[in-house]
């Protein structure tokens, strides 16, 4: 059955017309925002955007997943029969059946089957959203049982329904010369032949011609004004993803009139605003948040839909060349990012590695965060402390500098000396400065010495390198000290650095790299490793006293920098057993609660973030929680006070693997 072409070619093209100028509206608005180079490395952007948009890598990680994937691959198979379906409405003679029967044939079976999985993956859409959605599918301005969400989910049943009446309609009149290959519209004309409507199959065919064509043209031109634009622009936003971990962020320029941050939607990339566009709601970066899941108002799945708004409502303004009037950064409502939300933000990475289509949720949080430290004044109070001590002092407790070798009163230490020393140990600040970590600082010298490694400190000339300031947005006191240490390490002749903190480690391999400084950074999980599996370390004993090892990712190591085994590995060869782990764990592992500076700022609303990693870490009911890290160190400790867990400990690898030097 098909239409006159002089009346539904008209249709065709204004409904074409219409998408066009629709599309072309919303993504001139993306050349609003500031330029970014997405264009390199061509040949690795095809790659994960043929495994992460076509094969769904990160969409199936989840059980629901495999149902996005049926729908997925539906829709990209049946463009081709919707794509036959509309220019024969206006080309009668243009057929898939013009191909060789072989292949025509395998398509209408295709076609049938896709259709009916598609119903199948529809129903069961429909049936979450209504009887059990999750609860992150929910948020402020954005709900599961939403109008547009069931809008669409009917629409695309509506088409596969078409479809079958109208073929299974054809076939019980046959018209359909392949109806053999079609066991699903064979099957509707089966049901239609011995149904009340077996005398109306003529005007039955008309309607579900036209209510397919209807449907079709009102999705496609519904698509650019819906959360469902996604379908137009997930598969480039893989494409144009960051080809690097989330462990840095972009330098600034800093000179007179110069603008820092975004205090604006315009002031953000134009990557940025494509990422509004590509977000499918669906609600995993959210569900993955350590600050959402704990009560606090962010919610990065809302900031994006916050910016996507916000430049929509603003569009009109931009394009006359006026001032935005709906800011970004507000209490204002939909459209606005709190300065709450930005705040509560650990930088874990946890909803960029959660993102089916690959959208950086975490880098337009410390832009915003850029933005209210460096043209604002704006801040969190306890921040001031932080940031004079870093100032005046190179560290966060403002402790004079001299102080930073007092935790080897016990045992001697040599500077690091240029062309002579291997390695320089960088203590860090909590290494040098905290009571507890001292300790682990102890452990890991003495580990050291009795490797034979070549190591020395800087001593008082250690500078903070400066992870928390870029973190908060103070770019200005960050770029500072960053180009102190870098001149002190190329003054010594600095090319290996060993430390014992993920913050120190991710800050001196990944960010000084902007500084032109390339150094040959390990953390000491992976030293530890290397040197007990090459012998140079070689242990009295295995270490058993410490009972049942949980052990926790610190997210800047394993995360921002894909150090997992390493820890796992050290533990293993120094306890003779592989340490238990936690219900999320590695690349899936939930924060501690003090990154992104996070560590010197107090939660003030919902749960505390390290006691529900320290309830997860009890749950498996360990005698040790392990950790890499100086802030999960003092995160657990804390934690473990407050639920008054006496008997469970926590302890750093070096401090394991120092216990088993012991005789």
């Keep these: 059955m098909q239409p006159n072409p002089a009346i539904f070619a008209p249709i065709l093209a204004a409904a074409l017309l219409l998408f066009a100028v629709s599309c072309w509206r919303r993504f001139s608005l993306i050349t609003l925002g500031q330029p970014e180079d997405r264009f390199h490395s061509l040949g690795k952007r095809i790659g994960d955007m043929l495994l992460y948009a076509f094969g769904q890598k990160r969409v199936v990680a989840k059980p629901f997943g495999l149902n996005h994937f ?256 709906l800011p970004l950064i507000g209490s204002q409502g939909e459209g606005s990012v709190s300065e709450e939300s930005i705040w509560a933000c650990t930088t874990c990475g946890a909803c960029m590695e959660a993102c089916p289509v690959m959208i950086e949720q975490m880098p337009k949080i410390i832009s915003m965060r850029r933005h209210l430290v460096q043209m604002e004044a704006k801040f969190p109070e306890e921040l001031l402390n932080l940031f004079e001590n870093m100032e005046g002092r190179s560290n966060p407790w403002g402790i004079a500098p001299t102080e930073r070798t007092k935790w080897s009163s016990t045992m001697e230490v040599k500077p690091f000396e240029k062309e002579k020393t291997e390695y320089l140990f960088y203590v860090g600040c909590a290494g040098s400065f905290d009571s507890r970590q001292k300790h682990v600082t102890v452990a890991l010298a003495t580990i050291l010495d009795a490797a034979g490694v070549s190591w020395g400190i800087l001593g008082k000339e250690e500078k903070c390198c400066g992870d928390s300031l870029r973190r908060l947005g103070n770019e200005f006191l960050f770029d500072k000290m960053a180009r102190e240490n870098v001149e002190i390490f190329r003054e010594k002749g600095v090319s290996k650095v060993i430390v014992q903190c993920p913050h120190c480690f991710s800050t001196l391999k990944n960010d000084y790299r902007q500084y032109g400084l390339e150094l040959e950074v390990i953390h000491h ?70 990154g ?15 006691l529900s990693r320290v309830e997860e870490a009890l749950a498996s009911k360990p005698d040790t929680v392990c950790v890499s890290c100086p802030y999960c160190l003092t995160m657990f400790e804390d934690g473990l006070k407050d639920k008054q867990a006496s008997r469970t400990r926590v302890r750093d690898i070096a401090e394991v693997v120092a216990e088993g030097l012991r005789g």
């Design 596 to 610: 992104g500076g996070r560590m010197w700022m107090e939660e003030f609303s919902g749960t505390r973030i390290n």
């Design 525 to 594: 999980s992976e030293l530890l490793d290397q040197l007990l599996k090459s012998g140079r370390l070689k242990l009295n004993r295995q270490v058993a006293e410490l009972g049942r090892i949980v052990f926790h990712d610190s997210c800047y190591l394993g995360r921002h920098n894909d150090v997992y085994q390493a820890p796992r590995e050290a533990l293993r060869l120094a306890t003779g057993a592989a340490p238990a782990e936690m219900e999320r764990n590695r690349e899936n592992a939930f924060c501690c609660g003090a």
């Design 70 to 325: 049926v729908i997925f691959w539906a829709f990209m198979i049946l463009l081709l029969a919707n794509g036959e379906f509309l220019l024969r409405g206006v080309f009668p003679g243009l057929s898939l059946a013009l191909l060789p029967a072989p292949l025509h044939h395998g398509l209408l079976y295709a076609f049938d089957l896709v259709s009916l999985l598609t119903l199948g993956s529809i129903a069961l859409a429909v049936s979450r959203r209504l009887f059990f959605p999750p609860p992150y599918l929910e948020t402020r301005y954005v709900k599961a049982r939403s109008f547009e969400a069931l809008l669409i989910l009917i629409s695309i049943a509506l088409l596969m329904a078409a479809y079958f009446a109208l073929h299974g309609a054809e076939i019980a009149m046959g018209l359909e010369p392949a109806a053999a290959y079609m066991p699903v519209s064979n099957f509707t004309a089966k049901l239609l032949q011995v149904s009340p409507f077996a005398s109306s199959l003529v005007p039955i065919a008309w309607f579900s011609w036209w209510l397919h064509a209807a449907v079709l043209l009102l999705f496609m031109n519904y698509l650019p004004h819906s959360k469902h634009m996604h379908i137009l622009t997930a598969i480039p936003n893989c494409f144009f993803q960051s080809l690097e971990k989330p462990n840095t962020q972009p330098r600034e320029e800093f000179a007179k009139g110069n603008l820092y941050g975004a205090g604006a939607v315009t002031l953000l990339t134009w990557k940025d605003l494509f990422d509004s566009y590509s977000c499918t709601e669906c609600g995993r970066c959210q569900n993955a948040c350590p600050a959402g899941n704990t009560g606090k108002e962010l919610n990065p799945r809302q900031v994006v839909h916050d910016i996507k708004v916000n430049l929509l409502a603003n569009a009109p303004f931009l394009k006359r060349g006026e001032k935005p009037q």
